[in-house]
T-cell receptor, first 120, second 107 residues
């Protein structure tokens, strides 16, 4: 079946540094990918919609300068947490929607395995 | 924005029992997704419903979307410990989620 891969699965970084998380669609092309954040015992909070070849659309309250999203190809979107602080520590997860008419995966949105970020 | 209410917030059932969880939208649903997750792990796609009155089943899980396309239910028959986890419903456009329902199944 369709697979979306995230890397790294776990990362620890020092406060003030930047860290990049990759989201790849392995079996299909995805013009649109989504980035979520999940706090302990809570649901997924949509951070932004990543659009290939154009700027990401950020949800209200999400700092676009802090969470940089780049969707440079039809199979890769990256989330860079800039000047990370301990409060940015969280579980980040991406999802991808297969482009219609470009493959057999239909109208299903697939999720990556998630990335644990710890800022120390 | 679309708001999804899931109920109950949490549920504990004895293994072998049937259960139903619900997802209610403030607006008409044009695509309703059900996922299962263990916190801190990826989401497992269960089903996607689009048409009013639609019903889909996979193994022991059945999901329905009402005719008005504002409410969906997920029914598990003869629950097993493997069914335990967080069940999330998501609404299309872009995909946003309810708060999730934590299901525990006691052996």
């Amino acid at each position: 079946g369709a697979v979306v891969s995230q890397h790294p699965s776990r990362v620890i970084c020092k406060s003030g540094t930047s860290v990049k998380i990759e989201c790849r669609s392995l079996d299909f092309q995805a013009t649109t990918m989504f980035w979520y954040r999940q706090f302990p015992k809570q649901s997924l909070m949509l951070m932004a919609t990543s659009n290939e070849g154009s700027k990401a659309t950020y949800e209200q309250g999400v700092e676009k300068d802090k969470f940089l999203i780049n969707h440079a190809s039809l199979t890769l979107s990256t989330l860079t947490v800039t000047s990370a602080h301990p409060e940015d520590s969280s579980f980040y997860i991406c999802s991808a929607r297969p482009d219609r008419d470009r493959g057999p995966f239909g109208n299903t949105i697939y999720f990556g395995e998630g990335s644990w970020l710890t800022v120390v | 924005s679309q708001e999804l209410e899931q109920s109950p917030q949490s549920l504990i059932v004895q293994e072998g029992k049937n259960l139903t969880i619900n997802c209610t939208s403030s607006k008409t649903l044009y695509g309703l997704y059900w996922y299962k997750q263990k916190y801190g792990e990826g989401l497992i796609f269960l089903m996607m419903l689009q048409k009013g009155g639609e019903e889909k089943s996979h193994e022991k899980i059945t999901a329905k979307l009402d005719e008005k396309k504002q409410q969906s239910s997920l029914h598990i028959t003869a629950s097993q410990p493997s069914h335990a986890g967080i069940y999330l419903c998501g609404a299309e456009g872009p995909l946003t989620f309810g708060k999730g329902i934590t299901l525990s199944v006691r052996p």
